[in-house]
């Protein structure tokens, strides 16, 4: 358990919250900063507990639960009075030591077993280190068996739905851009009909060899936004050698912000700014091209004297 809850900026500009209502917001933001949340996204919480910490009665945090499991963003099990929310481990991967350590701790204090076959999943789907994470857990499918890390063969023994399928596209190419160089003959960022094949090799040829995470950040960012977009964005990276993940990453939340999601949307506003710019086609100053009031300094000066008289 945290004393801290990072909330990214995002949040208020995320297409589900904008459409959410201030009481449903309200909530959302509770579910994800409350007292009892947990590094892993799984943890107990009573409905006693809402109703004290919220203000809400009864029937009104069982309507807003049920709510949200119909917006598919969480799950209550009302038998061992325990939530989980399905993008947490999007936003809080254990990506160090201490966080794996973490998580691993709480996932054995998790009563429901179907929450921990789901969180496997989750973890799986994002390339995280599962041999670790889930190490001496075990999840009771039809045999009772532990859970090996990195291995298919347990996904397929869980009994899940087909929205909580185990998504492994791509996992190919990822693999790929982590071996061997892939080469292309035409440049990749002139193209309008990129794949996620083409991002990986991209990054690769321009800022460096992909670890992981950074296969991982980019095909969450390809869930969201064109694959031609996260191209510019490497780009601009180049262009001004700030060659990392976090600074594609900014420059891709500064042009989520504006709405741009496709080429033909950055081209446009890139052609805008550029006739924003202090500077005119001439090289000189705009401000110079403003007509200047003219003065006589001497009259001026007799006013502020008292001469003029």
């Given at each position: 358990m945290a004393k801290y809850r990072q909330l990214h900026?995002?949040?208020?500009?995320?297409?589900?919250v904008l459409d959410l209502t201030p009481e449903e917001k309200y909530f959302?933001?509770?579910?994800?900063?409350?007292?009892k949340t947990s590094q892993c996204g799984v943890y107990e919480l009573p409905i006693r507990i809402i109703e004290m910490e919220t203000g809400y009665n009864r029937e009104t945090v069982i309507k807003l639960l049920k709510r949200f499991e119909e917006y598919k963003k969480i799950k209550y099990?009302?038998?061992?009075?325990e939530i989980m929310i399905f993008n947490w481990s999007k936003?809080?991967?254990?990506?160090?030591?201490?966080a794996i350590k973490c998580v691993n701790k709480e996932i054995k204090n998790i009563k429901n077993k179907d929450f921990i076959k789901l969180l496997y999943i989750k973890y799986y789907d994002l390339h995280l280190d599962i041999k670790k994470i889930f190490e001496g857990v075990f999840v009771f499918t039809d045999k009772a068996e532990p859970?090996?890390?990195?291995?298919?063969?347990v996904t397929e023994n869980i009994d899940i739905t087909k929205d909580e399928e185990v998504t492994l596209e791509n996992e190919n190419i990822i693999n790929d851009a982590e071996s061997e160089e892939i080469v292309i003959d035409k440049k990749i960022e002139d193209s309008n009909t990129c794949k996620f094949e083409d991002v990986i090799t991209f990054f690769k040829k321009n800022i460096c060899k992909p670890k992981q995470y950074e296969c991982k950040k980019l095909k969450e960012w390809s869930d969201n936004i064109d694959y031609d977009v996260i191209i510019m964005a490497i780009t601009e990276a180049t262009k001004y050698n700030a060659k990392n993940i976090k600074y594609i990453e900014n420059v891709l939340y500064s042009w989520e912000e504006k709405g741009l999601k496709t080429k033909e949307d950055v081209e446009v506003y890139k052609k805008g700014w550029k006739g924003n710019k202090k500077y005119n086609s001439t090289g000189k100053d705009r401000w110079d091209m403003i007509e200047q009031r003219q003065y006589?300094?001497?009259?001026?000066?007799r006013k502020l004297l008292g001469w003029e008289d």
């Open positions: 900026t995002q949040f208020w500009s995320d297409g589900f959302y933001l509770y579910l994800m900063s409350n007292s099990c009302t038998e061992t009075k936003y809080n991967s254990p990506n160090n030591a201490n859970l090996k890390g990195g291995s298919t063969s006589d300094f001497k009259e001026l000066e």
